[in-house]
Each structure stands twice: as structure tokens, then as C-alpha cells.
């Protein structure tokens, strides 16, 4: 009987090695192990051997029995694994084809700048504050200490709607309406629309884009006026970025002054971009005039403040390359698909 | 403002300074330098040479060769076609390698067979005219009269060896657009000694109160003082204040003309001179011009005067443009005896009113329009006087005829050098404050500024603040933050518009920028009823032009230019966005009403639905629910195609694809679809609950009902038929299908809904569901809609 069962031992490894599917490895393993298998079979035969060598036959049984289940095993995942490998061969891809086209819109680059601006200045603690577009004369001139016939007016090419209403040439006047309505401490920028009658070029467009800013409170000085239009630069250029001050006139701040940057492409030494001075002009700034803060009802003598002015397309266009200024206002899709 | 540096040197020692040095710090203590240049760093090698000998070329009748020592061992041989040349003459030679001011380069060449070594020059060729050298001639070799010697370099020579700094001045500083303003700022600058001119004036006998008489009759008029000079030498002035006025860009003309620009120049206050036999009765009088006067000015343009100019007259007529621009009349000229030096004072907005309407700008109105002061007068007419009896041209007659109409008081500002500091944010003494103001030409006493009368811009301590800081040096104020507490954050407006952007753009849209203004042009191209009161729109006065004439009140033409440029363009997509105001009319003398819009505008892989869906999932994002869609037209839409967008009767808005008409005369050969939306309406109907509402826990039932109704049923109506019938276990309606065809009658159509029903506490049953539908159908069959399949 022991040699019976090393014969299916024998028979059955032989046969577990060379199967190569999944079906076929279970019908061998009820060939030889199952109920009516061929070992079950044998051992049912067990009554007619002495009772001395059922103890041996029984454990070379089992031993058998163990071996071949470890090899069914065995072999089935070795024949898993292959199947699902020829299983993924056959589902090969090109992974160069395009991905599934999602179409997504773009901000303008206008937009996209000034919200980055925006958010420089809300994390400084600013908040947005929004003007009209169509002004009296009074808060964009008159309130700015800009009298009727100052010479600053010619600077400012103006859009008359009649003698007294126009369009904004800047986004000062918002200054005077939050001073107006809000007791300090105040801490705005508000970005908008102004208005020039200069003819449309690649530098120039009857519409553009400024930037105000205004901090009111006691002992504001212009210390804090440099500490946080610095911060400003170093956020929107980068850490290494250098700034200057240098005086300048504005009607409704004194001090003023001009800021400039180092010129990214040259760093100081002057170049094309620079226009070899080597700084860029970036904003105009400085300590709110005295005559202006009485204006709008807050003590001079208790509060001080400071205020500066930036125009948006020249950033936009020098972070972008951009060479003129009417791309703006096109809105061709190949130039908008770019931000 | 061009300032000439050899000048500067005559009030401040600079000899110390780099000319890098002293621009970089004019600039940075406010008067801003936009370049400077050498008069002569592009001439290289030109010398001066004596012409030896003069020979005919053997072979040209029109050619000589002359001989001419340049201080070499050997002459040179030069030829040329000049027939001005006289021999032991002192000329301008260009050696071999010698480099003009226009860039031309200079080589020792053969002409007609003869070496010349070089080039004898013209003035031209030196980029001069006969008006820096008047005994020069304009067509022939430049034979120089000046004292120099052989060899010399030639801009050496004829003093063409200055620098020319230009600044660009603020309109605040009047006082900087002269010499004296800027020597001023040089010495505070550089914490260097300033020496001013000191004008003193010896006179003649006589008065000139005797025999002249000047009336002030404006109020514009603060100041005018006169002298008279007799007896003048009409001729070209000296070298010295010929290269003065070269390098800051005035042309010479004679000695009383140059010397009224020159002084104007140097204290920046302008003056004129009258050829007293010119003036009619003796008498100057200023006034406002009569209506109907005319004047011819200098530049010999006839202007016709209106009563709102001041004008300098004679007894008779104007004869002076008062602070613009003189008469050609009473002006000095080569047969002038007697003259009237006029420095006067007269109102900066009427000056530059007045230059305005007579279309002239000139170095004068330039200066008055910025604001002088009167107290200015008196140093420029003696300085005047001091440059007659310094060249000795005419005898300056006593006294002086001065008509003041101003108050003498002087501005005075507490020093509060407390204030400053803080204000600034810096640490100086009073006594340092007190050094840069005394450098700036303040006087300081018992802690009392007393502000100097060229500084009309000082009126305030804080003005005084700015003066200490740009001497103190800008870049020396240290840096801080900004103290006290401030909140950062969007209002709710301006979150509810980014959201606007984000889902726009998440939907597929491109946002654009567009104008504020248009042609009113564009209200006959997108069709609108000539009585449609969106035509009343807000005009300007002073347009560039008919584009920009018109505050739009509708955003269509601006989107469905853009759309046209980019079809035009051959884009093959373009699904654009703004948010945009429109500006409409308010009574007069308020202000006009600003409101924003949202335009949507898509043409390219696109149909009504899609941009019906665009501003469905727009509103949906922005927790605005329950819109209708209500039928509409009205230009610039398809008269079919068209609809409203309505919440609780409030419109939001409206949509569809454009008229074909609209289309054709943007030129846009594509359906194209357009939508305004209201932000504000919106943003009044964002759901104010957003609280969590469970995820179910019980399942939904789903049904299908495919309908069958005639095209003139709506879906809407449908849907709402559904809605009421179901209740409030109707979770979710979706049309999956819309067929019309085989099976289906003429004009009729199949809509097929998918209905989704849960309850929140249960499981619906089977019963209760097919009771609700078989109620939904009833009521459908009332107007006619009737059921085709259900499952």
C-alpha cells in the first residue's frame, strides 16, 4: 500500500508541474485530494492491512497528502501571477495619446497681478476699499489740494462728463471718501479704473489701472511708510529685491517721494529694460498732507498717515514681457490663454 | 531744465564731485536728474591750426591746398574747397582719426590726386550756428577770432567744453528751474558754501519816474518794477553768456535780449525788455486785454485777445502778452536806443490760462504759471541792470519805477522739532534741522522759520519736514512697520465676486478687460430701439474721440467686439467673461450710477444650453437657487432663443444667442452667445443657510416618465406640474431625453424625465410612489401631456 501511494505521489507531482492553468491545477487537486479522489480511494482500503502498519501507512498518507495540498498551493499562485501578467500585456497603452481635454478659462493677467497685490497688502492687514469711477472735481482735485488752475491738472489729462463731474484720472479720491466715512486707524488699497485722454500706444491707453493705498493713525510716520512699501517689493519680487526713495512732489502728501526698484535684469548696473538708470520706478508715495486729513474731518495734530499710488499695467508688463499695452484691452484668446 | 555745470560752478564750488556724485545726489535730494552729456564727448582730435601757406591745386580751380601747423613737428597738408581761407587765419582742424559731433570720422585721404592730412572745419560742422559765433560765417571754414593757441584742443578753444545736466523739476519748485535754485540745492546737498550773485547797479543821472509812468489796473498783477537803460549798444553778446545760454538751450539773439533770458535763467524769474520809443505816451499800463484787440507776439503769430488775458499796454495798445510772450511791435531790435527792462509779477493761473488759449508755452509762462514771487523782482532787474554797465552797452538811468500790490508779510512756521521727528521717523537735533534749513536759504530765529520768498511751496510744518528729510537723505530713514492692530479680509461683496471669477473660469471662461467708454455708434450695431432708454447715456465733454465718447450702459458691445476680433482673428473658440460696470445717467450734478455686470460671451463647440449651463452651475456655486427661465426677446437676441432669468419675480438677468442681424454687423460668422447678469441682484439672492443637511440614510426611488406633449408645451411648465404633484419627497428632476420623429406625431415632442424620491425618515414604498405618479400624470393630461413610457 505505501508503495501505492508514493506511485500517486509520484503521478500527481508530476502532473501539479506541468499544469499551466488555474482550471486544470483544480481538477487535479480533485483528482488526487478531492472526496472521490484517488487518494481517499486508496485509504479506504486502509481495514485490509494489518493494524501494525496502518500507523505507518496512515502518517506516509497524511505526509503525502500535506505535500501535494503545499504544491497545489504553491503552483496556483505561481499560475496566477502569470495569468495576470498575459492578463496586462494585453492591456497595454500608448501613454503618449493626449490626456482628456477639461477646459479650464484664464484670468486676465490684469486681474491676476492685482490680486497678488491685493494679497500682499491683506496680509499686512489691509482691507479693499472701492470708490466710483465717474468723481466731482472735488475728491479728485479740489480735496487732494489740487485747486482749480493747479499746474498738476496739466499732468493729468482729464475726461469731462460737464465743469464739475469726470472721469477719474487716479484712485485718490477713494482716499478722501474712506476718510470721510471711517475714523482711523485706517488701513486700505484700493485697486480700479482711471482715466487719461491719452491717445491709445503701446505705452498708453485712455483706460488703466492704479493701485491706491492709505494708512491713517496715530504716530504713522514715514519710517513705516519705507518698512512696509518694502515688505511690498520684497513680496511681489522677491527677497534680494532693493529699494530707493527719492523726493518727488505730490500735491496731497508731503514728504513725497518716488520709489524705485533695482532693476531685475541688470541689478544696478543699467541696461535696456532700466533704460540704463539702473531702478525702476515703481510707485509714488508719501506722509498724507496735513491740509488733506483737515479736509476730512481728522485732527492732524493727533493722526498722521501715508499714502502711495502704483500703476498696475506697467508691473504687469514688466512681469510678463509684455511689449504693448493694447494686448490688454484685445483680448485676443491666444494672448489671455497665456495667464 | 537744462543746467549748464561751468555755470553752476560760478555760485558753488563742485570741483570735488564726480559728475556721477553730483547727479546722483541732486537726485536723491529732489531735483531729479534725467541725464546728462558733454558738449563735446563725441569730438575727438580736432585742434587748433594757423594756415601757413595757401597753394591752387594743380588739378581743380575750385580746390587749394594750405599748409597748416597744428603745433606738429611738420605742417599739414590739407586740402579744400573753402573759399574763405586766408593765410597766418586760426582755424578748427580735424586731424587724421579726428571724430565730429555728428559721428563722422575724419581720415587723411587724396582729393584729386593731392594728400590732404585732414580737415579744416565749418561751424556747423561743429555742430554750431552763427548765433554762438556771430562773426563767424555760415558757408566757409570757421575762422576763429577767440584767443587760443596752436595745437590747442578746440573745444578748449571756443569754450564747447561744458556739461549739460537735465533735470526734470516738480511743479512744487519754480525756484529749481533756474541756476541760483539749483546752486542753492547743490550747496545744501553737499553741505557746500553757496555764493549768490549780489547784483549792484552804479547808475546815471536822471529818474526814471520823470519821464515814465507804469498803472496797475488787475488785481492779477502783484508787482511790476521798471528801469530804464539809454543809449544802448545793440550787439552780440560776450562769449561767456553766449556758451550760458547755448548750454541751457536758448538761442543768442543780441546783448538785451540775452541778457533778459540770461537773468531769467539764473534766478528764474522771467523779465522783458521794451524798445522804449516804442511805447506809446510814456506809459506802461496793465490791464485786461479789451474783446477785439489783437497782438502780434515775437514769434510774429497774430493772436486775436479776449478780456479774461492780462496784458502788458502802452498808453494805446498791448505790446506784451503779460508774463507769455512779448510784442513784435515794442520788442528790441539792431535800431533800439532807449529800453525798458520790465520784472514783474503776475498771476500764475491767469498766465497759464491765457498761454493756454493763445496755444504758446514759453520759458516765461513756464515759470509764472507755477506761482513767483513778487518779492523776487528786485535781484533780477538790478542783475539786469549790473550785466548793462558790466559790458558797458547802454547807461542805466536812476531810480526805479516799482508798483507793489502785494502783502509784504514773510511765511513763518514754527520749528517743532518733535513733531518732525515723529512725523519722520528720525532722531535730529533742532540746531541739525536748523543747519539744512539755513542751507536752503531759510533764516531761523527764537525757533521761528522764516521761509525765503523763492519758496512759495513752504506754507506748512510739514513742508518743513520734507525739507530736513530729502537733506537728510531719504535712504537714511530707517525702516518699521506699522504699529496697531488691523484685519486684513475681503468684505462679503468682494468674496462673492471672487467666487464670480474662480467658477467662471472653473466653467471654462476667459476673463477680458474692456473700455469704459464706446462709440454711440454701437447702439445702432447691436439694434437697440432708438427709444430705448439705454441710449441715454452719459457723454464727454472732450473725447479723444467718438470711440471714446460714451459711458457704456450696456456691456453687449464691449463683449461682442472682443468675440468679433477674436472670430476675426480666426480663433476657433472663444468662451470670454467680465465683470464690467455700466454707467447710467443719475439727475444732474449727482453722481451716475456705477453697476456691475456680469457678461458672459461664448462662440466655438457651444449651443443655448451650453451657456444656459454655464450661469446655471455660476448660481448654483454662488448658493443661488429656485431661478426660472422665462422666454424673452428683445435686441441684441434671437427672437427665439432668448431668456430671463427670474428668482421670487426679480430679474437676474438675461441670455441667449445673438440676432443674426447683431451678428452680421459685428461681423461675426459663428452662433454666438451672450449674457448680462446682475451682480448685485445676485449677490441679494445668495441662500443665506448653508448648513449641513445629512447624508440620506434611506434609498431613493428613481423613475422614469418619457411624456409626449406639443412643441408649445414648455419643459418648464412640465416640470412644475411635477413638482406641485410630487411634493417634497421629490428630490431630484432631470430631463435625459428630448426626441422628436418616427413614433412621434407632427409638431409633437418626446420629453423623458428621471425623477429621484426619497423621504429622510423611511423607505418609500412601491404604493405611495406609484400613487404620486399616477397623480402627476392626471394632471398632465389636463393640458394635454400625456405619458408615452413609465418604468
Not at chain 1, 54 to 71: C, D, I
Request: charged share 25%.
Amino acid at each position: 500500500m505505501k508503495e501505492q501511494i508514493n506511485e500517486i505521489r509520484k503521478a500527481a507531482i508530476s502532473q501539479i508541474n506541468s499544469c499551466n492553468k488555474t482550471n486544470e491545477l483544480i481538477n487535479l487537486k480533485v483528482k488526487y485530494l478531492g472526496k472521490k479522489g484517488k487518494l481517499s480511494l486508496l485509504l479506504k482500503q486502509m481495514g485490509s492491512i494489518s493494524p501494525d502498519e496502518r500507523k505507518s501507512v496512515g502518517q506516509l498518507a497524511n505526509k503525502v497528502r500535506n505535500e501535494l495540498e503545499q504544491n497545489l498551493e504553491q503552483k496556483m499562485a505561481e499560475i496566477k501571477l502569470i495569468e495576470q501578467e498575459n492578463k496586462m500585456k494585453s492591456e497595454k497603452i500608448d501613454v503618449t495619446l493626449p490626456g482628456q481635454k477639461f477646459q479650464i478659462g484664464n484670468i486676465h493677467p490684469l486681474s491676476k497681478v492685482m490680486k497678488e497685490i491685493n494679497d500682499i497688502f491683506m496680509g499686512m492687514g489691509f482691507s479693499i476699499a472701492q470708490g466710483p469711477e465717474i468723481e466731482t472735481d472735488y475728491y479728485n482735485f479740489e480735496a487732494l489740494n489740487i485747486p482749480k488752475d493747479h499746474p498738476a491738472r496739466d499732468t493729468q489729462d482729464t475726461f469731462y462728463i460737464n465743469d464739475n463731474i469726470l472721469l477719474r484720472t487716479q484712485t485718490s479720491p477713494v482716499q478722501i471718501r474712506v476718510m470721510e466715512k471711517q475714523k482711523p486707524p485706517i488701513r486700505i488699497i484700493s485697486p480700479g479704473r482711471v482715466y487719461r485722454s491719452d491717445s491709445v500706444d503701446a505705452t498708453h491707453s485712455p483706460v488703466f489701472h492704479q493701485i491706491e493705498g492709505l494708512v491713517v493713525d496715530k504716530n504713522i510716520t514715514m519710517a513705516d511708510l519705507k518698512g512696509t512699501l518694502e515688505l511690498f517689493v520684497k513680496k511681489l519680487y522677491g527677497e534680494n529685491s532693493n529699494v530707493k526713495f527719492r523726493p518727488h512732489h505730490f500735491p496731497f502728501t508731503e514728504p513725497s517721494a518716488e520709489m524705485d526698484v533695482m532693476c531685475f535684469s541688470c541689478k544696478g548696473k543699467g541696461c535696456s529694460l532700466c533704460k540704463g538708470e539702473g531702478w525702476i520706478e515703481i510707485l509714488g508715495c508719501g506722509m498724507v498732507h496735513p491740509k488733506v486729513l483737515k479736509e476730512c474731518n481728522i485732527d492732524p495734530e493727533i493722526y498722521s498717515g501715508f499714502a502711495f499710488g502704483l500703476g498696475l499695467e506697467r508691473i504687469v508688463m514688466r512681469r510678463y514681457n509684455i511689449d504693448d499695452l493694447r494686448l490688454f484691452f484685445e483680448n485676443d484668446m491666444r494672448f489671455l490663454s497665456q495667464f | 531744465m537744462n543746467l549748464s555745470v561751468k555755470w553752476l560752478k560760478d555760485y558753488v564750488n563742485i570741483n570735488n564731485l564726480s559728475i556721477k556724485e553730483l547727479t546722483d545726489g541732486l537726485t536723491m535730494s529732489g531735483s531729479k536728474v534725467e541725464g546728462f552729456k558733454s558738449e563735446n564727448d563725441k569730438i575727438q582730435k580736432i585742434v587748433v591750426g594757423k594756415i601757413k601757406s595757401i597753394e591752387e591745386h594743380p588739378d581743380a580751380d575750385k580746390l587749394v591746398i594750405c599748409s597748416v601747423d597744428v603745433g606738429q613737428n611738420e605742417p599739414l597738408q590739407i586740402v579744400t574747397g573753402a573759399n574763405n581761407v586766408k593765410e597766418n587765419a586760426l582755424v578748427p582742424v580735424c586731424l587724421s582719426g579726428a571724430t565730429l559731433p555728428n559721428g563722422t570720422k575724419i581720415k587723411s585721404g587724396k582729393l584729386r590726386g593731392v594728400l590732404s592730412q585732414g580737415m579744416m572745419c565749418s561751424l556747423s560742422e561743429l555742430g554750431l550756428s552763427k548765433n554762438d559765433f556771430p562773426y563767424a560765417i555760415e558757408d566757409g571754414i570757421f575762422l576763429l577770432e577767440e584767443e587760443c593757441e596752436i595745437g590747442q584742443d578746440i573745444c578748449e578753444a571756443i569754450g564747447l567744453n561744458d556739461t549739460i545736466i537735465e533735470f526734470e523739476i516738480t511743479s512744487n519748485r519754480p525756484d529749481c528751474l533756474s541756476v541760483v535754485g539749483l546752486a542753492r540745492e547743490t550747496a545744501a546737498t553737499f553741505n557746500l558754501p553757496f555764493n549768490p550773485p549780489t547784483p549792484k547797479v552804479r547808475g546815471c543821472d536822471g529818474d526814471i519816474n520823470d519821464s515814465f509812468k507804469v498803472d496797475i489796473k488787475t488785481p492779477l498783477c502783484s508787482r511790476y518794477m521798471a528801469k530804464m537803460v539809454k543809449n544802448v549798444k545793440i550787439k552780440p553778446s560776450p562769449r561767456w553768456i553766449r556758451e550760458r545760454l547755448r548750454a541751457s538751450g536758448i538761442r543768442p539773439i543780441n546783448n538785451i535780449v540775452d541778457i533778459t533770458n540770461f537773468v531769467m535763467l539764473e534766478y528764474g524769474h522771467p523779465m522783458h525788455a521794451f524798445d522804449a520809443s516804442n511805447i506809446s505816451g510814456n506809459n506802461i499800463v496793465i490791464r485786461n486785454a479789451n474783446n477785439g484787440e489783437s497782438i502780434t507776439t515775437l514769434d510774429k503769430a497774430e493772436h486775436d485777445l479776449t478780456d479774461k488775458m492780462i496784458m502788458v499796454c502802452d498808453s494805446e495798445k498791448p505790446i506784451a502778452v503779460a508774463g507769455v510772450m512779448g510784442g513784435e511791435y515794442s520788442g528790441v531790435n539792431e535800431n533800439t536806443k532807449d529800453i525798458i527792462f520790465e520784472s514783474a509779477c503776475f498771476d500764475g493761473a491767469s498766465v497759464r490760462k491765457t498761454a493756454k488759449a493763445l496755444n504758446i508755452r514759453t520759458d516765461s509762462s513756464i515759470r509764472f504759471e507755477k506761482g513767483l514771487n513778487p518779492l523776487c523782482c528786485e535781484n533780477t532787474i538790478n542783475r539786469a541792470c549790473e550785466l548793462i554797465e558790466l559790458l558797458e552797452i547802454g547807461e542805466v538811468v536812476g531810480g526805479t519805477i516799482d508798483i507793489q500790490n502785494f502783502n509784504h508779510s514773510k511765511q513763518t512756521i514754527t520749528l517743532d522739532a518733535e513733531w518732525i521727528n515723529n512725523f519722520i521717523g528720525i532722531n535730529l537735533s533742532a540746531g541739525d534741522m536748523i543747519k539744512i534749513l539755513q542751507a536752503l536759504g531759510f533764516e531761523v530765529k527764537n525757533n521761528e522759520i522764516i521761509v525765503p520768498p523763492h519758496r512759495i511751496d513752504i506754507q506748512h510744518k510739514a513742508d518743513i519736514a520734507e525739507e530736513i528729510a530729502r537733506i537728510y537723505g531719504y535712504n537714511k530713514i530707517p525702516i518699521s512697520t506699522i504699529k496697531g492692530k488691523a484685519d486684513g479680509a475681503l468684505t462679503e461683496t468682494q468674496k462673492f465676486k471672487q467666487l464670480v471669477d474662480d467658477s467662471l473660469i472653473a466653467l471654462g471662461c476667459s476673463e477680458i478687460c474692456t473700455y469704459s467708454f464706446m462709440s454711440p455708434k454701437e447702439y445702432n450695431k447691436i439694434e437697440l430701439p432708438l427709444d430705448c432708454e439705454l441710449r441715454n447715456s452719459i457723454k464727454i465733454q472732450n473725447p479723444l474721440g467718438e470711440d471714446t465718447s460714451t459711458m457704456r450702459t450696456t456691456t453687449f458691445p464691449s463683449i461682442l467686439n472682443i468675440l468679433s476680433k477674436n472670430y476675426n482673428n480666426r480663433n476657433e473658440k472663444a468662451w470670454l467673461y467680465e465683470i464690467g460696470k455700466v454707467y447710467l445717467p443719475s439727475p444732474e450734478n449727482s453722481l451716475p450710477s456705477e453697476i456691475d455686470k456680469i457678461t458672459i460671451g461664448i462662440y466655438g463647440n457651444c449651443d443655448f444650453y451650453t451657456i444656459k449651463g454655464i450661469i446655471e452651475s455660476l448660481l448654483n456655486q454662488l448658493n443661488v437657487y429656485g431661478a426660472e427661465f422665462v422666454e424673452s426677446q428683445g435686441m441684441p437676441f434671437h427672437n427665439y432663443r432668448c431668456s430671463e432669468i427670474m428668482i421670487d419675480g426679480k430679474v437676474l438677468g438675461k441670455f441667449g444667442e445673438v440676432h443674426p442681424k447683431v451678428a452680421e454687423n459685428y461681423k461675426i460668422g459663428i452662433k454666438t452667445y451672450i449674457a448680462e447678469l446682475d451682480f448685485s441682484t445676485i449677490f441679494n439672492l445668495k441662500s443665506k443657510s448653508n448648513t449641513y443637511c445629512g447624508v440620506p440614510k434611506f434609498p431613493a426611488s428613481v423613475r422614469d416618465l418619457s411624456l409626449v406633449c406639443d412643441e408649445s408645451i414648455l419643459s418648464g411648465q412640465i416640470e412644475k406640474i411635477i413638482k406641485s404633484n410630487i411634493g417634497k419627497i421629490l428630490e431630484k428632476i432631470e430631463v435625459f431625453d428630448v426626441y422628436r420623429g418616427e413614433q412621434i406625431a407632427n409638431n409633437q415632442k418626446s420629453i423623458s424625465y428621471k425623477l429621484t424620491m426619497r423621504d429622510k425618515a423611511r423607505t418609500l414604498t412601491d404604493e405611495e410612489i406609484d400613487k404620486a405618479i399616477e397623480k402627476t400624470i392626471n394632471s398632465l393630461e389636463k393640458i394635454n401631456v400625456k405619458l408615452r413610457l413609465k418604468s
